[in-house]
């Protein structure tokens, strides 16, 4: 197998790697508005009952969800055929995904029926979320088929997820500063510019890889199942997700009753905490340089943890504390962003399946993700209701349990994952990392 790095040179490597991430800034648009402005716009605008919406909402991403497996597959099918496969699906997906978006954000109202309208929404979206996860797996699948060390491999998801962090912060600001004419626009022009630039990318890295040999080209959905490392890494990737999906669902009702911050504050929270897993990146590149990537994630949790256990301390008005928390919680998720992902092509690459099933793992990979958001809903805010707590209350029970479910349940999911970490994958490196012998010293 040929481990060497496709881009061998340090240079040359950090070069590609940022023109092959870009793509994930556009593909970042289409995740987060859905879920912040799309409601929003058609309670307000359209007069759509919340309920029917968030009904359409969970059976599209539902739909979404299910179909990752079999995109995955579809992603091996195109890359063993050839790059260009792939090049025409990629341009497919990513009109799709433009068509979907301005189909879900400006929708025909004045012809259609209050249930016409919660069809056409339904229809748009889940092309959208099919496109974007096609898309998105030929992308992730590229980078696992490039083999390389820990760092390398570390540096392809380090620069797509980066991106994807400037993409969240610009999709939450845009369309209320822009409007949502520019902003599709927008959309529209960085995907045709990354997808421009991971072509250039991938034409490079075939002119200089010596070309993988298409063993087994008959692989089955399932095959990444067999690997008990992949068992083990998927246990510990949701069990550290839902530590980072639960905060996420909650944040909102807690900077409202518990902080009682001003409303003007919120955008604040949430950009500090993005933007300081984004600049993050470089440190955590550096360390897993040092200390490998099993280490880094283990040092992430533990940061993690540290930062945001003092959030049951706080109390109203603590504007100030909660700020610190953000900045270093939000330095921790660059390693929970930049680990595990490249501790799954690593794992590919240490299964033998590099070009044969990548797409297969990822496809299993964002169904974990998605579950991940869907758990986490699932889980915090029934516990939320049994202990007594509804949005707008402030009394002093609701406000603890509350506090309990933001700050202190998700650093109990936390340490659950660094222990899962430890026994299941620390103890045993073999099954997840490539021997150091036959990785470059140019990774």
């Known amino acids: ?69 079999w995109l995955g597959r579809w992603a091996d099918r195109l890359y063993r055929h050839s790059w260009g496969a792939v090049w025409w699906a990629a341009m497919l997906m990513a009109v799709l995904v433009a068509l979907g978006f301005a189909a879900a954000f400006f929708p025909p109202a004045s012809a259609l029926s209050p249930a016409g309208l919660l069809l056409w929404v339904g229809g748009a979206l ?20 490039q083999g390389g060390g820990g760092i390398a491999q570390s540096r392809w998801v380090a620069w797509r997820e980066g991106f994807a962090l400037v993409g969240v912060l610009l999709a939450s600001a845009l369309p209320t500063l822009w409007g949502w004419e520019l902003t599709t ?29 298409q063993a ?49 504050m919120e955008p604040l929270f949430l950009g500090l905490y993005f933007a300081a897993g984004a600049l993050s990146f470089p440190l955590w590149l550096k360390i897993i340089d040092r200390i490998g990537l099993l280490r880094t994630w283990a040092l992430g949790m533990a940061l993690s943890v540290l930062a945001f256990v003092s959030v049951i301390s706080l109390g109203a008005g603590d504007t100030t504390g909660f700020l610190l928390i953000c900045a270093l919680s939000g330095m921790a998720l660059g390693a929970d962003l930049t680990v595990p992902g490249a501790l799954l092509n690593q794992l590919i690459d240490r299964c033998g399946e590099r070009g044969r099933t990548d797409g297969a793992f990822m496809g299993w990979w964002n ?39 933001y700050g ?3 650093c109990v999911l936390k340490l659950l994952a660094a222990l899962a970490l430890y026994l299941g994958l620390m103890r045993r490196p073999d099954l997840v990392l490539l021997p150091p012998s036959t990785v470059s010293p140019s990774a």
Not at 14 to 26: F, N, V
Not at 376 to 381: P, T, V
């Open 1 to 69: 197998m040929n481990t060497t790095p496709a881009l061998a040179t340090d240079r040359v490597q950090r070069h590609a790697a940022a023109t092959y991430g870009l793509l994930g800034l556009p593909l970042a648009f289409v995740a987060l508005p859905v879920y912040v402005h799309l409601p929003n716009v058609y309670a307000q605008q359209y007069g759509v009952p919340l309920a029917a919406l968030g009904a359409v909402l969970l059976l599209s991403r539902s739909i979404d969800a299910v179909v990752d497996p």
């Open 185 to 213: 626009a927008l959309l529209v022009v960085l995907l045709v510019a990354g997808l421009l630039t991971w072509q250039s990318t991938a034409q490079k890295a075939a002119a200089l890889n010596t070309p993988l040999v």
């Open 408 to 410: 202190l349940l998700p």
């Open 367 to 405: 169904l974990a993700t998605k579950l991940n958001l869907a758990l986490a809903a699932g889980l915090s805010l029934p516990l939320l209701g049994l202990w007594g707590y509804a949005p707008g209350q402030q009394d002093a029970d609701a406000v603890l349990a509350l506090s309990l479910a």
């Open 126 to 145: 889940t092309v959208s979320h099919l496109a974007y996860s096609g898309l998105g797996i030929l992308h992730q699948a590229w980078a696992a088929r």
């Open 216 to 264: 087994h080209q008959h692989s089955s959905l399932w095959q990444p199942w067999q690997h008990p490392g992949f068992r083990r890494l998927l246990m510990v990737f949701m069990l550290n997700g839902l530590a980072s999906a639960v905060p996420a669902t909650l944040v909102l009702f807690f900077v409202q009753d518990r902080l009682q911050a001003p409303k003007t």
